[in-house]
């Protein structure tokens, strides 16, 4: 389980810089509020997701991610995105080191995410941004975390036209420092994403995740198959939005589940020059 969090993670990271910031960009009537927001150098979002998945070797396991977002300009030409994720778990314990036995239930906090993106401003219809992500080893419990402190590259494009959002997120992370007695951290990330903007401000998501953990014995790729539909709306003039997603594991090792159902919810908000 901890390698599943850590991956999971790594997803919402990738996912949040592409999604929360182009979720509302694909659609064909906009309202004042919306066009604010595509229109302001700075937003605040708060992204919540709840992962729940069936079919994993040490059981099921549901996880929760609270995960505030924010940019700001740098200058005119360039803007810094930045996100934190607080990531809360009811999940499996596993084995901390080999020849122990399985653990219990395990409920709490895992690792703290944060991760940096520095963005050029819009110019087109392509968009792309570099930085460091890093993270913390602050689980309430071993079993939710790695107890390691990682670090690594990350980068993000995305492609975008009046009714379509294309993207690609590829992240590799590399442990620094941490307990030496569990396994390091050396994983990559790539993601793919599709969005298709519907009538009456439905939406199409598909946003499969392709990770490596290049030390696990085994299968190290999962290759996960899927999609949902989602819905904007607004509350006191701010734009909200809503998505139901299933996926199936294609590609997996042993253990990881079969199947997860995701629930999200995103509230977003402008703020500053435009």
Not at 66 to 77: A, E, H, K, N, Q
Not at 219 to 240: A, D, M, Q, T, Y
Request: charged residues 20%; aromatic residues 12%; contains cysteine.
């Amino acid at each position: 389980m901890v390698r599943c969090l850590n991956s999971r993670r790594v997803f919402l990271l990738v996912a949040a810089c592409i999604a929360v910031s182009d979720v509302w960009r694909p659609v064909s009537a906009q309202s004042e509020s919306v066009r604010e927001l595509r229109e302001a150098r700075s937003f605040f979002a708060l992204p919540v997701e709840l992962d729940v998945d069936r079919g994993a070797a040490n059981g099921n396991a549901a996880i929760m991610r609270i995960m505030p977002l924010y940019t700001f300009p740098l200058g005119d030409s360039w803007k810094l995105v930045n996100m934190t994720i607080v990531t809360l778990a009811d999940a499996p314990g596993t084995p901390l080191y080999p020849g122990e036995p399985g653990a219990g239930k395990v409920t709490g906090a895992s690792d703290i995410l944060h991760a940096s993106f520095f963005t050029p401003e819009r110019s087109g219809r392509f968009i792309w941004g570099v930085g460091p992500m890093l993270s913390l080893p602050t689980a309430t419990d071993p079993a939710l975390g790695s107890e390691k402190w990682s670090l690594g590259p990350a980068f993000r494009l995305t492609y975008t036209t009046e009714n379509w959002n294309l993207g690609v997120v590829a992240g590799q992370r590399w442990s620094i420092a941490g307990t030496s007695n569990r396994d390091d951290v050396n994983q990559l990330v790539i993601r793919g994403f599709v969005r298709r903007g519907l009538p009456d401000d439905w939406y199409f998501v598909s946003a499969p995740l392709i990770v490596a953990n290049w030390d696990a014995e085994g299968e190290n790729w999962s290759v996960p198959l899927g999609g949902g539909f989602g819905r904007k709306f607004e509350i006191r003039g701010h734009p909200w939005a809503w998505s139901v997603q299933g996926y199936y594991n294609v590609i997996k090792p042993d253990a990881a589940p079969d199947w997860f159902a995701r629930f999200a919810i995103i509230a977003a908000i402008p703020f500053g020059e435009k």
